[in-house]
């Protein structure tokens, strides 16, 4: 392998364990916590962490992503161009949920009048967020975990 692909591997390794260990967190630490507030308490800690999360994660997905599809290409041999190309292919996965199932959410909260948020009657999104969160998650040690075995294939 070349050293340019080399060092993009480190770095999917690094990043792609980064982001699933990221998700295991959020999903056995951060979420249980969230899901026992009452709604205003919710929606004012889900902005806070939202603060912290952006736009870190989104350029760490984008990293794994990248580094995938690049390593798909560089690769010497073809099982682990295969393999960093289904890493790639199933990690798309994670910002496509991101996007189109956890930020419309995240909006959404973002939006709500804190004070306004009813104890009542209001349509809680936090179990829509857990399940779109732990598909993501489980795509992203899927992909950790691939990206470990190719890298040790090819060393």
Known sequence: MSLLAQIISVAVLLLSTTVAGTFFAVAVSVFPTLQ???????VRTQRLLGKGYHPIMPILVSAVLLGDVLLS??????APKVCFAIAAVLFAGVPAISQFGNLPLNKAIEAADVNGVPAEGWQDPRPAWRGWHLLRSVLAFVVAGLNIVTAVMVA
């Open 36 to 42: 026992q507030l009452p709604p205003q308490q919710y």
């Open 73 to 78: 290409l560089l690769a010497d041999g073809i």
